[in-house]
């Protein structure tokens, strides 16, 4: 696996992408983006990695940063990311992100971190708690980018901003010294299903919502996966047909079609004259079967505290031999004395 992934063939990209361990991942987290995830290694060289690192910047409980990191990360290999295809870590067992993110805050502008959205956003929903680390979170999150030599970042919408100053800022660099960085892309997922609220609809299914019943969440148990899907908002009229104005059915068509992979025309045609307790019921199934053998291999990983903590450091050794190549030469390119 390791020399595998070390000596990335000429012709396979590599794909960098990070997910926070805030909150807990839904429904629509699985169906937009991590059920794609495992597939990808036939195509690239992929990198997956728990940034714990970025999870501190807004205020959260040790004992909920230990619970979601683990969870996360046993929750990649339950949808099917394989450690012996690809590099699956911590952010915080590589030092070498810490380290960059330092060596980078000195190529990037006040100014331009400043103009970050999420930045602005953040700090006025928390603001007893802006702090510099939120400040600097779209500089450490280059340094997990550059890395690793990065080509691709999958990313959703909202993270496209920090991609591009992440360029600006491996650009600025690459030009002050000489070429080290690889100038990464950030790509959004071709519009997958998107899914919304099971309890309003006009609202996205949030991953922080927990005790929301408008979210799925994929560790849900069956029973509460059928009770969330029962309970959920439909309208006055009866058919199951997606317009503008019935977002509750549209949305339960979306997510029965993506579970099913078919189009919403032929969820519709399949659902024609079906009353709507029927309807909801057929897609709490769906759902309950699509998740089910993600929900076994997820219990089975987390029932083995051992064997997680042996494809932790299996994952960060291989992460930090590729990531301290590129430290390396950007401590040296910097003028850092070297023994
Ligand atoms: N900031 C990203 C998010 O909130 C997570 C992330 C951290 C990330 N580091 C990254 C994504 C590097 C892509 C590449 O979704």
């Given amino acids: 696996m390791e020399t595998m992934t070390e000596n990335k063939s000429e012709n396979k990209k590599r794909v960098f992408s990070a997910i926070k361990p805030t909150g807990n991942p839904t429904l629509g987290n699985y169906l937009g983006a991590m059920q794609y995830w495992g597939g990808m290694s036939d195509e690239y060289d992929c990198i997956f990695s ?65 103009r970050m959205t999420q930045f602005k956003e953040k700090s006025e929903k928390a603001p007893e708690n802006i702090n510099v680390g939120l400040f600097d ?25 920090h991609v ?27 519009a997958g299903a998107r899914i919304y609220s099971l309890t309003d609809p006009t609202a996205k299914m949030g991953k922080s919502d927990s005790g929301d019943a408008g979210a799925v969440f994929i560790l849900d148990t069956p029973e509460t996966i059928m009770r969330k899907f029962k309970r959920a908002v439909t309208d006055s009229d009866a058919a199951v047909k997606a317009s503008p104005d019935k977002p509750g059915i549209t ?35 769906a759902a309950v079967e699509r998740l089910r053998p993600v929900r076994e291999k997820y219990d089975a990983l987390r029932r083995d505290d051992g064997r997680l903590s042996e494809l932790m450091r299996a ?18 390119k910097i003028g850092f004395v070297r023994t």
Avoid at 139 to 161: K, N, R, S, W
Avoid at 256 to 284: H, M, Q, S, W
Wanted: negative net charge.
């Fill in 251 to 285: 949305n339960l068509l979306n997510i029965y079609a993506a579970l099913c992979g078919i189009t919403v025309a032929a969820a519709e045609a399949e659902f024609d004259g079906c009353d709507y307790a029927t309807f909801k019921t057929r897609v709490g199934e």
């Fill in 50 to 114: 728990v940034a714990d690192l970025h999870a501190i910047t807004v205020a959260i409980e040790p004992k909920d940063l230990r619970e979601n990191s683990k969870r996360l990360f046993a929750l990649l290999i339950a949808v099917g990311i394989d450690p012996e295809k690809n590099v699956v870590f911590m952010q915080s067992h590589v030092r070498a992100h810490s380290e960059l993110c330092w060596l980078l805050n000195n190529y990037t502008m006040f100014g331009e971190a400043r």
């Fill in 137 to 161: 979170y779209p500089v450490l999150m280059a340094a997990d980018i550059l890395l690793y030599q990065t080509d691709i970042v999958p990313v959703g919408e909202d993270q496209l901003q």
């Fill in 164 to 190: 591009e100053l992440c360029r600006n800022i491996a650009e600025r660099f690459n030009n002050r010294y000489s070429p080290t960085f690889k100038m990464p892309e950030g790509k959004v997922p071709k």
């Fill in 315 to 332: 994952g960060a050794d291989t992460a930090a031999r590729i990531a301290a190549r590129t430290l390396e030469k950007v401590y040296k």
